[in-house]
């Protein structure tokens, strides 16, 4: 594996991707209901529901899997960095904790859309539906700058969806953006099949 983490957001531009061959290039950190269909190296959730869910699934047990309220005898292990961030940006922290240099964050998209809720997993139990309004992406904008900021040595990069957005305060010397495009043909250069 390359010293090389993939940070996997829940927006629909995640869907380009195989996730079978960022686990096989690098380590993989995912959110949520992602472990209803891939199991990453690492998977972190935050929301009573979904927290709920994977834990009484079993997932937890067999896989490494963070969230704020461990439910005893059921393997989860608490939070103990940026308690209070959302999934995605804690995703991060834990990437950013171990030793790869560099972090490829997508799925990260930020806005809706057409208005709507940009969510892979929209319509399933926990999460709202395909026509709720957007999510406000404020809070994981301050989050993920923080995380960015706290790592200096750390290189942050992000996949852009088509319907990029790129806040100000992330262009920091150790962030840069990629768009999903090139990110496609670079990952299939390293693929190791």
Known sequence: MENIAFVLGNGRSRLELDLLLLKEIGTVYGCNALYREFT????VSTD??????????GYAKNHIHYTRKPIPGKGSRRIDRNFGFSSG????????M??????????????????????I??????????????????????????VI?????KQFIRILPDSGVTPDGWKQDNY????????????NKLNPR
């Open 149 to 153: 900021k706290t790592n200096p040595t």
């Open 89 to 96: 940006p804690i995703a991060l922290t834990y990437a950013a």
């Open 121 to 146: 997993y929209a319509d399933t139990l926990h999460y709202k539906t395909s026509q709720d309004k957007e999510t406000f992406y404020g809070n994981w904008v301050t989050q993920i700058l923080s």
């Open 98 to 119: 171990s030793s790869v240099e560099r972090i490829y964050f997508v799925g990260f998209d930020l806005v809706g859309i057409g208005g709507k809720i940009n969510n």
């Open 40 to 43: 990453p190296h690492v998977l």
């Open 176 to 187: 840069n953006d990629m768009p999903l495009v090139d990110f496609l043909v670079w990952i």
């Open 48 to 57: 009573p529901g979904i927290s709920e869910e994977i834990q009484n699934s």
